[in-house]
């Protein structure tokens, strides 16, 4: 076996559990945000700055990664890992979510998907075995079965042909894979918004025993207690010795929601890419840097923030890097905004240890600006 | 005195200084090469990696950071340096060069030049008077006069009565100067490529006595040879006693040369520019990082350079950033490259030390690929 999960213990206020996965590349603190590394580098950040915030793990892309620089030449440089100089564990997703979002760039049939590349047009084909086999040249420690994502909203008939479907790939997924004692492949539970069909698709997707599972096919645009309903019901189903990875995910209140709810792992490219954009997450709620407010603000971003952005520059210096469109400005902010969400997340995972997540979550959104 | 320069040896190969330049921010070791941060950062940079990379001194720009964000908001942040968190020297151009290249939105007259943002076309004036105000507000180490910048090829006439305006404009910077203890004011010395009129130049700059000079007016678009030949005529007019600057040099071949005809101090944008656009200066000549040839492999840009980047990347994954866009790609490249500068100018140091430049400058063009 490739990893092995150890649940530490459960919250007594909640369903949040604390947990160690262990991996061929070290040892992660669960639950855990997983910066995302879309094309083999989290963007504007090294190696080095990801540690520095603690980041345990990080995810990145099989369909990107496949069309460039080519998982063949990834293989040949050693790996991913090697490739991109990151010793600690990768999970890649396995392709599904973003082959199914190029709209009329693609065609889906049983045997898999063939699409159009985004780059330049060219013609290609990923079936559930192509995308294991993509992600074995990679070397990930945690790969991601080819699933369909069914979006929101769909009909009962449509999710359930759907989940059927991705119960099938599931299954020749593992049977492609090649690698089972270096990296763990992860089944994803779909089914949508229908709670017999999240039960059908979770009895289908853990009788194939995988060792760890995802949800899939949450936070696709369905309002937000809806996506914590389906949790509610969903979690409860999974085996409690297997880590519980929930896709897509980011914001401070899914991310607490999410763990109340029983996962241990989320990713989303969410807090780099507001980073990028100028909008910084901070323990009073957001702050918009380009604000005119912000202009002779010599405090830091977050008063209560130990990052690098907030510990050595102000909110005017931001400010000046965004308006000069100075790539040191985006840098400081995905920084802050990564260490803001992995800070969060070990402040969770002592609230769990301390019994007290319901009450740390009320104090965190009475800061944060988030209506209970 | 804000700065005390220490001769410490002449190259006996050649007319190379090895000295020492005490500042208020501390003391630099020259000869030297000074990174560019035109808007208050070294793009893609952070101070930390600058110092990583040994860089002594930066630059950074009196025109544009007087448009944006404005030199008295630097002012009330506590200074430039304070502002940007750069604790080491800092030296400030006068905004002359950059307000002569606006060509038509520009106004010369023996006041000052008027002039339109390049920004949002809203009017100016700077006169020699506002560009040492604005340096005084953000409170570099070197401040430069406001001097008139000839254009190359420029007619005797022309030339001899820019510098002559030059002179005047100099002596209404050193009396506007308001804080001569802690920031020392540089003259300029012009002339453009006519012997006599560099002679002129610099008597006149002279009898003003500062306590550095720059020789302006050089890599305007003239032939190197006729540059070198510029500079052998005119630093041996500039005092012992003071530092010798060349104004926007930074190519490997123009360094040396440079530095053998007596030049202490030396800026550019090109390392850090051609960097972002994904050219390497390496051991070997130069390196453009895109070309298919490098695709596969998996050797360092430089395999003499001990930079981070040499010592963690390959060829093959730079070329991936850069072929994928990606923010890591050209800070990598950057760094590189001004590492690559500053260790070139450590050895020049060396070479100095050990009175063997014109050999030193040999071995180097023999790898580099540079005809002698």
Redesign the interface.
Known sequence: MAIKYELIKTCKQSGARLGRLHTPHGVIETPIFMPVGT???V????PEELKDINSQIILSNTYHLYL??GHK?IE???GLHK???WDKPILTDSGGFQVFSLGPLRKISEEGVEFRSHLDGSKHFISPEKAVEIQNSLGSDIMMAFDECAPYPADHDYVKKSLERTTRWAKRCKDAHENTDKQALFGIIQGGMYKDLREQSAKEIIDLDFPGYSVGGLSVGEPKDLMYEVLEYTTPLMPKDKPRYLMGVGSPDDLIEGVIRGIDMFDCVLPSRIGRNGTAMTSQGKVVIKNAKH??S?EPLDPECDCYTCK???R??L???F??N???G??LLTNHNLYFLLNLMKEVRQAIMDDRLLDYRKEFFLKYGYEL
Chains 1, 2 share one sequence.
Do not use: C
């Not at 963007?43 to 090294?46: D, F, I, L």
């Open positions: 094309q083999a580098t963007k504007s950040m090294t460039r620089p030449l040949k440089a050693g490739f991109m100089n202009k002779e010599f050595n520059y102000s005017s210096y400010r000046h890097l308006k000069a100075e790539i040191l985006l840098r």
